[in-house]
């Protein structure tokens, strides 16, 4: 590839490494993630998301990105070895989209606020309480740590018509 975001590209929705569980990130591991950070975002910005985790870009550890770019602002946020330690159980319905699911949205029913215990860039542990959008895109990402997609949230009849649309889509471009 002739692109300076290397040979990394978003795998989409069938791909089996998307099911995989990440490892932890140790201390050993945080140099190789501040250097994949910069191309991640660039990924995520020409694509046009809000988050975006490792596993995605066919790197199998702990820790995703985000960047919500609310009022046209850009705030970068990382995280690493993410576990939600509370949700709340008030719900909300939002529509959601995935990198991995090119132009594929669903309403998808999650608590509204979390409480999330992480590391930092330096190895710090971190706690934040969320809620609105952030929390949304925080659950969405945590899930695909773990191998879950957000069709994963939907009944089994919407979820087999995205992936059909999916394949279909992938064979009109390959
Ligand atoms: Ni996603």
Do not use: W
Request: net charge positive; hydrophobic share 35%.
């Amino acid at each position: 590839m002739n692109n300076d975001t290397g040979t990394l590209s978003v795998l989409i929705a069938n791909n089996p490494f998307l099911r995989k569980k990440t490892k932890i990130v140790e201390k050993v591991d945080l140099e190789k993630v501040k250097k994949l950070l910069p191309v991640m975002f660039e990924i995520m910005y020409k694509a046009g998301g809000i988050g975006l985790a490792a596993p995605q870009v066919g790197i199998g550890l702990r820790f995703f990105i985000i960047d919500l770019m609310k009022d046209n602002q850009s705030e970068k946020i990382t995280i690493i070895n993410p576990e939600i330690i509370e949700k709340s159980e008030e719900l909300k319905s939002y529509k959601e989209g995935c990198l991995s699911f090119p132009n594929q949205y669903s309403e998808i029913v999650r608590p509204e606020k979390v409480k999330i215990k992480y590391i930092n860039l330096e190895g710090q542990e971190q706690e934040m309480q969320t809620d609105g959008l952030l929390a949304r895109c925080i659950q969405h990402e945590t899930d695909h740590l773990d191998g879950i997609l957000f069709v994963d949230h939907i009944s089994s009849l919407k979820r087999n018509i995205i992936m059909r649309k999916i394949i279909k889509e992938q064979k009109r471009h390959h």
